[in-house]
């Protein structure tokens, strides 16, 4: 019953910008910790961006500066601002979630995937 279903990829050009959203439902959203991963073609998938339950953010090195996770408890929904984007940002970006209170859990949850391109 927990979903996570992204929105918002697409193909845009080097240097633009572009937003992508995960709503989710079946659980309390306040009360976990959302990330964004990404799979390049021929690549490991790797975290990108995460905001905990009490809103603290960490980033990859590649993405730190150009990329904002923000959260809108109101609207059960993470967002990933994507900004001066790169050819090398072009991947699968994957929503992902587990839950932090009361205490952490191991079982984690996956959105689909959405096709991010950067291409001129």
């Known amino acids: 019953q927990v979903q996570l279903v992204e929105s918002g990829g697409g193909l845009v050009q080097p240097g633009g910008s572009l937003r992508l959203s995960c709503a989710t439902s079946?659980?309390?959203?306040?009360?976990?910790?959302m990330n964004w991963y990404r799979q390049a073609p021929g690549k490991e998938r790797e975290l990108v961006a995460r905001?905990?339950?009490?809103?603290?953010?960490n980033y990859a090195d590649s993405v730190k500066g150009r990329f904002t996770i923000s959260r809108d408890n109101t609207k059960n929904t993470a967002y990933l601002q994507m900004n001066s984007l790169k050819p090398e940002d072009t991947a699968v970006y994957y929503c992902?979630?587990?839950?932090?209170?009361?205490?952490?859990?191991?079982?984690?949850?996956w959105g689909q995937g959405i096709q991010v391109t950067v291409s001129s």
């Open positions: 992902n979630t587990f839950r932090e209170r009361p205490y952490p859990s191991g079982n984690a949850f």
């Open positions: 079946g659980f309390t959203f306040s009360n976990y910790v």
């Open positions: 905001i905990t339950s009490a809103g603290s953010r």
